[in-house]
């Protein structure tokens, strides 16, 4: 057996001890389990994590060299050997290689220089924004501006992903063809559905008497060429770098209509609190570092408690997108199943990533996290400071309830009625933000890149390639190019809902 496994086995034969117990016996544990870091409160203490297990992990951390992982990654060496890349999201927020910084900050210079020119109407009187593009080219300026944009009298952005044209034409409905100006997001810019989309849009503009309509797109991209060839003038196409992967690109030109709907000092604050958190994870111990112990945790339960999910809350309105954002980010990454050498890596890698808002889901799903059979870490993401001018209740029931549904998990209750009956004993991790900011968010998001590196390490895996999105693609092509035999389902279902393929 090697060191690694040895690690493991070890962490599979560590004693077990209820939640409550180990509160009991452990006095210091709230101050060991939490730590505060970018304005955040991140609280592991209602998790089986106790002072063995961190051993056990920060051992296992060890033997897979966390470190030196960690130092290729902001040293921009080849992280992603898959596809021989370096994975250079850190370097967008001053946090890598020397040269990949200066080069990332030209970019942004360059990203500036254009959201000023629009800000002096160089494009005309520019009042909307439709941004297209499609998974990490649009879940993150989703959520931002969604997170922070709410009341804000800059630009209007609409995000469009989906190729169902119902969402492009609820995009529009509100806008102004000779006031909006179009972004076509795409790291390859090949994406088909974006691709499509970006026509339609076009197409509307055109027909909203926009004389110059490709006067008016910004291209975000890693492949400028290729927008150039789609039409595109080159002042206008903002690239950015091959090695920062789609779903780690917020920060870079992908971050845009966030700058622009946002501000420019409000990006900047962001990719400062990103450039906090990734400090604190190059540079605090492996027990006090917070992405680090989050990986624990997370290992803990996909691999020695067998939890297939792992729920995500969000107690606050304006963090509503941040479970898709984190879909994207953990379970494309990390759902692998072979390790960096293509062996088998033999246990559980990403749990599911579900979740949804609180206090709403409290009163449709958390039954079963409650009584259900499965065992589900739940993590809450709350803010102390609320985003509105309502009555202060609001907030202060909403705080409630989050911290009540933690307490009520871990410490459940017991009743003769088996129906009334609580097991309890169920683990939480609450991740308070003071405020929901700039910094916060940037500082947020970048705890959750490192997290998910992180329990890629654990594992041996590389989180920086998704060659498993391939197939599909190569198989929509395929029945859309026709002249192919499929299975037969497909052919039924093609046939009634397109009367067939041309040959
Ligand atoms: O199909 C998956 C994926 O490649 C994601 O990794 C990526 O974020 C998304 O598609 C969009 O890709 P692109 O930015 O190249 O259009």
Not at 163 to 187: R, Y
Request: proline fraction near 5%.
């Amino acid at each position: 057996m090697d060191e690694t496994n040895r690690a493991w086995a070890a962490l599979e034969a560590a004693p077990r001890a209820a939640l409550t117990a180990l509160f009991a016996r452990e006095p210091g544990r709230l101050g060991a389990l939490s730590l505060d870091e970018g304005g955040i409160r991140f609280d592991f203490s209602k998790t089986h994590l106790d002072a063995g297990l961190v051993a056990g992990f920060a051992a296992l951390a060890r033997h897979q060299d966390l470190a030196g992982a960690r130092d290729a990654l902001f040293a921009g060496n080849i992280v992603n050997p898959t596809e021989g890349r370096a994975a250079e999201h850190s370097a967008e927020r001053g946090q890598g290689a020397p040269e990949s910084v200066a080069r990332a900050s030209a970019l942004h210079a360059r990203m500036r220089a254009l959201i000023d020119a629009i800000e002096a109407e160089a494009f005309g009187p520019i009042r909307h924004v439709i941004h297209i593009g499609i998974g990490g080219s649009a879940l993150g300026p989703d959520f931002l501006i969604d997170a922070l944009g709410r009341g804000s009298d800059r630009y209007e952005a609409a995000i469009v992903s989906n190729v169902d044209a119902a969402a492009l034409e609820e995009a529009v409905a509100g806008f102004d063809p000779q006031t909006t100006l179009l972004v076509i997001a795409s790291k390859t810019f090949t994406t088909s559905e974006t691709m499509l989309n970006a026509r339609s849009a076009i197409a509307w503009l055109e027909d909203g008497g926009v004389e110059d309509p490709y006067g008016r797109i910004v291209a975000l991209t890693a492949a400028p060429d290729k927008a150039i060839e789609f039409g595109i003038d080159e002042t206008r196409v903002l690239p950015f770098s091959e090695s920062v992967g789609g779903r780690y690109s917020l920060w870079s030109a992908i971050g845009f209509p966030a700058a622009l709907a946002l501000g420019w000092e409000a990006f900047e604050q962001l990719l400062e609190g990103a450039a906090a958190m990734d400090r604190h994870f190059r540079l605090a111990p492996l027990e006090r570092n917070a992405p680090v112990l989050a990986a624990f945790v997370d290992r803990y339960y996909a691999n020695i408690r067998g939890a297939e999910t792992r729920a995500v809350f969000a107690y606050d309105e304006r963090l509503r997108l941040l479970p898709s954002y984190l879909q994207q980010l953990e379970m494309e990454s990390d759902g692998k199943s072979v390790k960096l050498d293509g062996s088998p890596v033999g246990r559980a890698t990403a749990p599911i990533t579900w979740g949804g808002v609180g206090t709403d889901a409290q009163h449709a799903v958390f039954q079963l996290l409650h009584q259900g059979t499965h065992l589900v870490p739940v993590e809450f993401v709350a803010a102390i400071e609320p985003g509105h001018s309502y009555d202060e209740e609001h907030h202060r029931q909403l705080l409630i309830n989050c911290f009540a549904q933690g307490a009520a998990l871990m410490a459940g209750k017991a009743s003769d009625d088996p129906h009334r009956s609580y097991p309890g004993d169920r683990p939480s991790t609450t991740i308070l933000l003071d405020r929901i900011d700039p910094p916060t968010l940037g500082a947020l998001l970048a705890f959750y890149e490192h997290r998910t590196f992180a329990n890629a390490v654990l594992l041996g895996i590389n989180p920086f390639d998704q060659y498993g999105v391939e197939l599909g693609k190569e198989m929509a092509k395929s029945i859309d190019g026709g002249g192919m035999d499929f299975d037969p389902s497909t052919e039924a279902l093609i046939e009634k809902a397109l009367g067939g393929l041309d040959e």
